[in-house]
């Protein structure tokens, strides 16, 4: 099983709304990684958590709070987000193990939000 | 100077052609080489997978990495218009939990 799985597909939301965005995988991999891609761009690093622990912040707006509960799962907390935070919000993850931490990432479908 | 160049596109080729899309990168540390179908709003999917230098082949994608030329190419086959995609190039050195993805080339395959 190599699924990455992300909710909600889709989201809609205020600019004075809370919301979270899941994930979750089965794959027994030890990094996890929050992206964010704009249309005809390239993924762009937000979050990674190394066993349980954030490792890189990528200068992301507080309005982001990732999360990460406990080895299968990853939140990414949103809060008085802006329009120009509308994009497709990508969850993946990768071994992260000392042997061949970096070999493959696997993406999930991802989320679409909207920001009005 | 990017740490990983894709030539953008877009490509349009006829169904059942041969298509080659390829990346060149700067760092020599990178082992691990990745390439990806991104359907649009979709998460992108892993379709080939290489480590170190070498050729795979897997149905009718071929991937080829020559790290003497840091240059990375995918080659598919009898290509079909569910082929029609953005594919990206990634790649990762063995430490340091980071992924370098390039731009992606958006390929339309016409019936």
């Known amino acids: 099983d190599t699924e990455v799985t992300q909710t909600p597909k889709h989201l809609v939301m205020g600019m004075t709304n809370k919301k979270s965005l899941k994930c979750e995988q089965h794959?027994?991999?030890?990094?996890m990684y929050w992206y964010k891609q704009k249309a005809k761009k390239p993924p762009e690093l937000m979050f990674v958590?190394?066993?349980?622990?954030?490792?890189i912040n990528e200068s992301v707006p507080s309005r982001f709070s990732p999360e990460c509960p406990n080895s299968s799962l990853l939140n990414l907390h949103l809060h008085a987000l802006q329009p120009e935070d509308s994009a497709l919000y990508l969850c993946?993850?990768?071994?992260?193990?000392?042997?061949?931490?970096?070999?493959?990432?696997?993406f999930g479908s991802g989320t679409q939000l909207s920001v009005l | 100077q990017k740490e990983v160049e894709q030539d953008p596109g877009p490509l349009s080729v006829p169904e059942g052609a041969i298509v080659s899309l390829n990346c060149t990168y700067s760092?020599?540390?990178?082992?691990?080489f990745m390439w990806y179908r991104q359907y649009s709003r979709k998460g992108p999917e892993l379709l080939m997978y290489?480590?170190?230098?070498g050729n795979k082949e897997d149905g009718r994608f071929t991937a080829q990495v020559d790290k003497s030329s840091k240059y990375i190419s995918l080659f598919i086959r009898d290509s079909q218009p569910s082929d029609s995609a953005t594919y990206l190039c990634?790649?990762?050195?063995?430490?340091?939990?980071?992924?370098?993805f390039g731009t992606g080339t958006s390929l339309t395959v016409i019936p």
């Open positions: 794959m027994g991999h030890r990094a």
């Open positions: 958590y190394s066993y349980e622990k954030l490792s």
């Open positions: 990634a790649m990762s050195a063995v430490t340091g939990n980071q992924f370098y």
């Open positions: 993946a993850s990768s071994s992260g193990r000392s042997a061949n931490p970096n070999e493959k990432l696997f």
């Open positions: 290489t480590y170190s230098s």
């Open positions: 760092n020599s540390a990178f082992q691990y």
